[in-house]
């Protein structure tokens, strides 16, 4: 799959955000996942972290690179199902589509999610096996105080991801940054 439409969305995505958001609290930066084809800016410098997940059935690798910024956690996540250990080499596009699924339910479940909306999300490069989603949802935090929560979900080649903010009250300008183009 060429990696131009991917770079092209999340160069859109980038400056869609550094415009909702120009203060001095947002200091922007481009940032790529590594081993990813992907691209995006995030407000603030970014953790990184990997931790093993159990998705599809199997202990998987999850890498993240995280920031707070404004009151507002920004995070993106991937999981490389070329890496799983399975019996006649990588996941099927089904397999996919399940651990993107699974992915969106434990999300919801941690933040306790209330009411859920889910939509199509119009990303370039994306898988087309798996079509790009947007989920919004309004939840609580460990601590028990409200969270609003907006994580964008797909697949590039034997990659998914995630790429989610929370808040407490998500700021209008950053939310429409992942609405459909």
């Known amino acids: 799959m060429p990696r131009l439409p991917l770079i092209l969305f999340a160069a859109g995505l980038s400056a869609l955000l550094a415009l909702a958001a120009c203060s001095p609290t947002f200091n922007w930066r ?81 933040m306790k999610a209330g009411a859920v909306q889910v939509s199509p999300l119009s990303l370039p490069g994306a898988a087309i096996a798996q079509p790009p989603v947007l989920v919004k949802a309004q939840g609580q935090r460990t601590d028990g105080t409200a969270v609003n929560g907006q994580a964008a979900y797909f697949a590039h080649g034997s990659q998914v991801f995630q790429v989610v903010m929370y808040a407490a009250s998500v700021p209008p300008e950053v939310a429409e940054t992942f609405s459909p183009a």
Do not use: H, Y
């Open 30 to 110: 481009e940032v790529r996942p590594e081993n990813t084809r992907l691209s995006l800016l995030l407000p603030c410098k970014p953790d990184k972290a990997q931790k093993i997940v159990p998705f599809g059935g199997k202990p998987t690798p999850l890498s993240m690179l995280g920031c707070d910024a404004g009151g507002v956690t920004f995070a993106v996540a991937v999981v490389d199902l070329d890496k799983l250990d399975k019996p006649g080499g990588a996941l099927s596009a089904a397999s996919a589509a399940t651990v993107l699924a699974q992915w969106q339910s434990v999300t919801l479940a941690n």
